[in-house]
């Protein structure tokens, strides 16, 4: 079992910058592949960025890429989001989550993994 609490979400303006971490607990992380998602309201979940259990891969939404950056550090259990240059659409609920399954590359979709934070809230006014 995997519990993973994300961080760091807030209110800021467009083209500001905001790294997201997700905390998980157990000694099975470094085996995982870990996913960011969102979801804003009215919108299903949608994928933001992915990255192997070793962090040698990484996959990114065409919406994202080049602004946003995730990373792991499975020392200390972690996976970071880096966001910069942020938009007012990139507002949404943000969501780590965990896939127990070897993949590589690490998959894309929600329904994939098997584990979940509870979400930070982000919000990007114009």
């Known amino acids: 079992q995997v519990q993973l609490v994300e961080s760091g979400g807030g209110v800021v303006q467009a083209g500001d910058s905001l790294r997201l971490t997700c905390a998980a607990s157990g000694r099975a992380f470094s085996s995982y592949a870990m996913g960011w998602f969102r979801q804003a309201p009215g919108k299903e979940r949608e994928f933001v960025a992915v990255i192997s259990w070793s962090g040698g891969t990484t996959v990114y939404a065409d919406s994202v890429k080049g602004r946003f950056t995730i990373s792991r550090l499975n020392a200390k259990n972690t996976v970071y989001l880096q966001m910069n240059s942020l938009k007012p659409e990139d507002t949404a609920v943000y969501y780590c989550?965990?896939?127990?399954?070897?993949?590589?590359?690490?998959?894309?979709?929600?329904?994939?993994?098997?584990?979940w934070g509870q979400g930070t809230q982000v919000t990007v006014s114009s």
């Open positions: 989550a965990a896939d127990r399954n070897l993949a590589n590359p690490p998959p894309r979709y929600p329904s994939n993994y098997d584990y």
